[in-house]
């Protein structure tokens, strides 16, 4: 339990930790069983939903996917990792490979080197000398990539080149694990979309560019403003405090910053948390802190909401 944390708030905490709530994380339960359950009414029986629908669907269910693929990287609703990935395996968002999201995100909570390039695996600044090396249309792509419409356009393709690149980068050079998981990944894709294109009112190509990439770049819109650069790693994390849809989707993750500091705590429990001790979280990361999504669209829609180049690394 972090040290930071007033006396009566951790007490408050390990009180939550020990309720039937939190030691048989139901929530989790029924939200996992409640996503199969949806993607296999909309799939099995889409041809009764039509095309539309089945894609207004699946896009959100697949957003609401990756974020419990977060839950369950983070050691929910179990505490074996075996049992977790075998939960959430499956690729419906398609790209990434479970192996490569958990072994990332987890290297991502190393706080002390948080938005750092090169050292955070998901950090989205580049070094100065990476910067100034960069031909003028990749610095044009960055700084689009900065406003809030220029991620939802780019942010995903860009994302996906850089899978691509590191992927295949790695696969030169790598262990026959990497081989191995890679094929199971295709195999387990191809299974996937043959599901959606034997049974769907979609194709397998409109899962991909009309629902999964959709998806992703909605997700994107939360790691939009998520982390900035500063010298103190508990600034470098955003408190955004929406409560609507997208915070549903996400399950609580725009509270950022109490999940970075306390990652095993479930996302039913994050707001509950946050709200306990407002003013003390704000107070932690100096006013880092975001009125809801909607404020992000009016300010950053096509403003930058900082510089692509890390102010301290050259």
Same mark, same amino acid.
């Given at each position: 339990?972090?040290?930071?944390?007033?006396e009566a708030?951790?007490?408050e905490?390990?009180?939550?930790?020990?309720?039937?709530?939190?030691?048989?994380e139901?929530p989790?339960?029924?939200?996992l069983?409640?996503?199969?359950?949806?993607?296999?009414?909309?799939?099995?029986?889409?041809?009764?939903?039509?095309?539309?629908?089945?894609?207004?669907?699946?896009?959100?269910?697949v957003?609401?996917?990756?974020?419990?693929?977060?839950?369950?990287?983070?050691?929910?609703?179990?505490?074996?990792?075996?049992?977790?990935?075998?939960?959430? $395996? +499956?690729?419906?968002?398609?790209?990434?490979?479970?192996d490569?999201?958990?072994?990332?995100?987890?290297?991502?909570?190393?706080?002390?080197?948080?938005?750092?390039?090169?050292?955070?695996?998901?950090?989205?600044?580049?070094?100065?000398?990476?910067?100034?090396?960069?031909?003028?249309?990749?610095k044009?792509?960055?700084?689009?990539?900065?406003?809030?419409g220029?991620?939802?356009?780019?942010?995903?393709?860009l994302a996906?080149?850089?899978?691509?690149s590191?992927?295949f980068?790695?696969?030169?050079?790598?262990?026959?694990?990497?081989w191995?998981?890679?094929l199971?990944?295709?195999?387990?894709?191809?299974?996937?979309?043959g599901?959606?294109?034997?049974?769907?009112?979609?194709?397998a190509?409109?899962?991909?560019?009309?629902?999964?990439?959709?998806?992703?770049?909605?997700s994107?819109i939360?790691? $939009?403003?998520?982390?900035?650069?500063?010298?103190?790693p508990?600034?470098?994390t955003?408190?955004?405090?929406?409560?609507?849809?997208?915070?549903? +989707?996400?399950?609580?993750l725009?509270?950022?910053?109490?999940?970075?500091?306390?990652?095993?705590?479930?996302?039913?429990?994050?707001?509950?948390?946050?709200?306990?001790?407002r003013?003390?979280?704000?107070a932690?990361n100096?006013?880092?802190?975001?009125?809801?999504?909607?404020?992000?669209l009016?300010?950053?829609?096509?403003?930058?909401?900082?510089?692509?180049?890390?102010?301290?690394?050259?």
């Amino acid at each position: 339990m972090p040290n930071y944390l007033d006396e009566a708030h951790r007490a408050e905490i390990v009180k939550l930790s020990r309720t039937l709530t939190s030691q048989t994380e139901w929530p989790t339960w029924l939200l996992l069983v409640g996503f199969y359950l949806a993607w296999a009414l909309i799939v099995f029986h889409g041809q009764a939903l039509g095309q539309l629908i089945s894609i207004v669907l699946l896009v959100p269910l697949v957003v609401l996917w990756m974020s419990i693929q977060h839950e369950l990287i983070h050691g929910h609703p179990t505490r074996w990792p075996v049992i977790n990935k075998a939960l959430g $395996f +499956l690729p419906f968002a398609v790209w990434y490979p479970y192996d490569i999201y958990r072994d990332t995100h987890l290297a991502h909570h190393n706080d002390e080197v948080l938005t750092v390039p090169g050292q955070d695996p998901e950090s989205r600044y580049v070094t100065s000398r990476s910067w100034v090396q960069s031909p003028r249309y990749m610095k044009t792509l960055l700084w689009v990539n900065k406003t809030l419409g220029g991620r939802l356009i780019i942010g995903a393709p860009l994302a996906l080149m850089t899978l691509a690149s590191t992927a295949f980068g790695g696969l030169l050079h790598s262990e026959r694990s990497s081989w191995r998981m890679w094929l199971i990944h295709l195999l387990s894709v191809g299974v996937l979309l043959g599901l959606v294109e034997q049974y769907s009112a979609i194709s397998a190509v409109q899962y991909v560019f009309l629902v999964s990439l959709p998806a992703l770049s909605i997700s994107m819109i939360r790691s $939009f403003y998520e982390h900035r650069p500063s010298t103190l790693p508990e600034h470098r994390t955003v408190i955004n405090e929406s409560s609507g849809l997208l915070s549903w +989707l996400f399950l609580n993750l725009n509270l950022h910053l109490v999940h970075h500091d306390l990652p095993g705590l479930p996302w039913f429990y994050l707001p509950r948390v946050y709200r306990a001790r407002r003013e003390q979280w704000i107070a932690r990361n100096n006013g880092y802190v975001i009125d809801g999504y909607f404020q992000l669209l009016q300010r950053h829609l096509i403003n930058p909401v900082d510089c692509p180049r890390h102010p301290a690394r050259h």
